[in-house]
């Protein structure tokens, strides 16, 4: 079932400026993953955050988790172009051997 | 590393036929692996987890006589939707999950419609 909620729905910024998208679960849980999708495409793993970490980076990217409040938050620096795209969080509570609870994504479009 | 294949990569087909799209897990073995299914401008639902050597299951509301699921070896999963109807017509996505990792690495996707 779905169980996570991103906001904002939809956004719409100019290139450089930096991108902030959050996700909130009802659910405890094992990982928090970020993907990105674009148009018609397939997923791309963006990173993965564990539920006893609090905050993760990668690149331009910034994850954060809070457990006590059920919500995450994933930060873009210096956004591209190429960087729009529909962007979701996923959750799982056994790892590996669970399938995914996705949030409704994120649609960001970055302006040239 | 961890790349997943889907084919075919869109089909199209008539109203009471049978299709079967096959997710592959290139270079690594997966022991499980998931189908999702995504509605146009909506997000991704799991319908299925498929396991090598046994019986997928499905979540609650997927029918399992309608989407048959084969894992027959630790490289590749099959769906089959049999006796499609225009309301099955959808993205699938397959994911599979590398050793004892958590990531799930998906594939391309396979965009159904049936007419």
């Known amino acids: 079932s779905q169980q996570g909620e991103e906001d904002p729905q939809a956004l719409s910024i100019q290139e450089g400026e930096n991108a902030t998208m959050n996700c909130s679960y009802k659910t405890s849980i094992n990982n928090l993953q970020w993907y990105r999708q674009n148009s018609g495409r397939g997923l791309v793993h963006l990173i993965l955050?564990?539920?006893?970490?609090r905050e993760k980076h990668s690149g331009r990217l910034r994850v954060t988790l809070d457990t006590s409040k059920k919500s995450s938050s994933l930060l873009i620096t210096a956004s591209r172009a190429a960087d729009t795209a529909s962007y979701f969080c996923?959750?799982?509570?056994?790892?590996?051997?669970?399938?995914?609870?996705f949030g409704k994504g994120t649609h960001l479009i970055i302006q040239p | 590393g961890a790349v997943v294949s889907q084919h075919p990569s869109w089909v199209i087909c008539k109203s009471g036929t049978s299709v079967k799209i096959e997710c592959r897990s290139l270079?690594?073995?997966?022991?499980?692996m998931f189908w999702y299914r995504q509605f146009p401008k909506q997000s991704l639902m799991l319908m299925a987890t498929?396991?090598?050597?046994?019986?997928?299951?499905?979540e609650q509301g997927v029918e399992k006589d309608k989407f048959l699921i084969n894992h027959a070896s630790l490289t590749l999963s099959t769906l089959t939707v049999t006796s499609a109807h225009p309301e099955d017509s959808s993205f699938y996505i397959c994911?599979?999950?590398?050793?004892?990792?958590?990531?799930?690495?998906f594939g391309p996707g396979t965009r159904l419609t049936v007419l």
């Open positions: 994911s599979a999950v590398s050793g004892a990792g958590d990531t799930q690495y």
């Open positions: 498929s396991n090598e050597g046994s019986k997928a299951t499905y």
């Open positions: 955050i564990r539920s006893n970490e």
């Open positions: 996923a959750t799982d509570s056994r790892g590996g051997a669970d399938g995914l609870t």
């Open positions: 270079d690594f073995q997966a022991t499980t």
